[in-house]
Each structure stands twice: as C-alpha cells, then as structure tokens.
C-alpha cells in the first residue's frame, strides 16, 4: 500500500514539474497590467480615459464598477451578449485576452474619471 502512495506521489510531482515547465515561460508570470491592455485593445473606440461612446446610444466606461464590467466583457468574448448588435467588434478585441487580463482591464476602466 506504502508502495502505490508513493508511486502516485511520484508521479503526480512529476507531472507538475512537467506541466510548469511548459506553461510557465518566462514573462508570463507577470502581473496582467490593465492599462497597457486598455490602451492597446480599448481606447481607440472607448476614448484614453473611457470618455468616448462608441457609437450613439452606448455608454462612455469611465468609472464602471470592474465586477459588472468583467463579467459583461467575458460575455463579450463568449459572444453571449450583443446589446446594440456591435458585439462582434467587441468580441474580436477580446478574444485573446484571459480572464485575468480582463479582470484586470475591468479594474483599470473602473479608475477612470
Ligand atoms: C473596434 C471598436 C471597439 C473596441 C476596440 C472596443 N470596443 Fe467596446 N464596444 C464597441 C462597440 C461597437 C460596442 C457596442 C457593442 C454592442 O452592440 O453590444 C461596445 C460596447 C462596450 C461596452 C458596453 C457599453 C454599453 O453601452 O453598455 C463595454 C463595457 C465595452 N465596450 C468595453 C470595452 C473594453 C474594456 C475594450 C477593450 C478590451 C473595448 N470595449 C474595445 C466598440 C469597441
């Protein structure tokens, strides 16, 4: 029994060392940084600080709660909402982002007046 334990045991560290070997290069473990991503990704359309609507009848993002926003971006990206029929243009901005660049995106946008 001892014997299977630690077999298991073994090869169970032996494939984490493996899985971080691959996934773990190096630059990746940086912390996602919102505004970076926000002024590549967003502010051609939403405006430098969010001011911007994107088009008539669309709100200006300055300020919105980074929850709220999050979630309605990773709705984006599913492509599960399309609130004024323009979701595709949000979705192709979004599709390759991860969710820890999104929340961090949310955060930023949430910081701006
Ligand atoms: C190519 C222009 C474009 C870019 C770039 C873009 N958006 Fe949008 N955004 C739009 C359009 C158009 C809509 C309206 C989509 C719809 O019909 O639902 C929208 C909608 C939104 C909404 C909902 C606004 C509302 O009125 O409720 C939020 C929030 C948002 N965008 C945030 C972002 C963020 C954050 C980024 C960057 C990751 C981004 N957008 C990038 C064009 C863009």
């Not at 993002?61 to 599913?78: P, Q, S, T």
């Amino acid at each position: 029994m001892k014997k299977i334990i630690l077999s298991a045991l073994v090869a169970s560290v032996t494939l984490i060392a493996a899985d971080s070997a691959a996934v773990y290069k190096s630059g990746l473990l940086l912390p996602a940084n919102g505004a970076a991503i926000y002024k590549k990704n967003c502010a051609l359309c939403h405006g430098e600080k969010g001011e911007k609507i994107a088009f008539e009848g669309s709100i200006a993002i300055a300020g919105m709660d980074k929850v709220k926003h999050a979630k309605e971006l990773k709705d984006y990206r599913y492509g599960s909402i399309n609130k004024y029929g323009y979701g595709a243009q949000m979705k192709g901005k979004l599709v390759d982002l991860s969710w820890d660049e999104i929340d961090a995106v949310a955060e930023y946008v949430q910081g701006l007046k």
